[in-house]
T-cell receptor
Framework: KQEVTQIPAALSVPEGENLVLNCSFT??????LQWFRQDPGKGLTSLLL?????REQTSGRLNASLDKSSGRSTLYIAASQPGDSATYLC????????????FGKGTKLTVNP | DGGITQSPKYLFRKEGQNVTLSCEQN?????MYWYRQDPGQGLRLIYY???????QKGDIAEGYSVSREKKESFPLTVTSAQKNPTAFYLC??????????????FGDGTRLSIL
């Protein structure tokens, strides 16, 4: 059974700091891995999707990497801003016919001005 | 603008009552999903549908029912058999026409509480 773990559960940093969020998964048979952002009381906003054949994806100040063989992904946020404060979720899409995304519990990020 | 609309934003259920959560999308996506989110937990899949008039159970389907009569709509009914319905419910959709690596898009959620 696929399990997705995100460490740390919460992170507080000063504005301007570069930071890394971690995601690990137990089964490397995945189609892709997706990083989401969730603001309090809101739905999920897709940030980056990395296909299983890719190593990384970049969007603005965000960079996500994928090491499928070791079951790890990182989300790097450069020059963090207070507006980056949110919960960040990673999810993997399993192979084998299921359409299911398996989610981690998220990392709650607070960027202090 | 294209997107996913969930309604209502807040919903209260009395004991023994069935309630229905609405999810509508105008993205022309074939696949639609319902997830449940509990505090401090990851999202868990309730039901999904890949095509009109067809749907599949997810990991926690007991106490829930769905229908998919139209491509745009995928309502979720929380029945009285669901003994712990208090949660945040999220609807998502995905384009399946292209390569399989298309992201899921999410609505803003419905928060369901017991009266």
């Amino acid at each position: 059974k696929q399990e997705v773990t995100q460490i740390p559960a919460a992170l507080s940093v000063p504005e301007g700091e570069n930071l890394v969020l971690n995601c690990s998964f137990t089964d490397s048979a995945i189609y892709n891995l997706q990083w989401f952002r969730q603001d309090p009381g809101k739905g999920l906003t897709s940030l980056l999707l990395i296909q299983s054949s890719q190593r990384e994806q970049t969007s603005g100040r965000l960079n996500a990497s994928l090491d499928k063989s070791s079951g790890r992904s990182t989300l790097y946020i450069a020059a963090s801003q207070p507006g980056d404060s949110a919960t960040y979720l990673c999810a993997v899409r399993e192979k084998g016919g299921s359409e299911k995304l398996v989610f981690g519990k998220g990392t709650k990020l607070t960027v202090n001005p | 603008d294209g997107g996913i609309t969930q309604s209502p934003k807040y919903l209260f259920r009395k004991e023994g009552q069935n309630v229905t959560l609405s999810c509508e999308q105008n993205l022309n996506h074939d696949a639609m999903y319902w997830y449940r989110q509990d505090p401090g937990q990851g999202l868990r899949l309730i039901y999904y549908s890949q095509i009109v008039n067809d749907f599949q159970k997810g990991d926690i389907a007991e106490g829930y029912s769905v229908s998919r009569e139209k491509k745009e709509s995928f309502p979720l009914t929380v029945t009285s058999a669901q003994k712990n319905p208090t949660a945040f419910y999220l609807c998502a959709s995905r384009n399946q026409e292209l390569l399989s690596n298309q992201p899921q898009h999410f609505g803003d959620g419905t928060r369901l509480s017991i009266l």
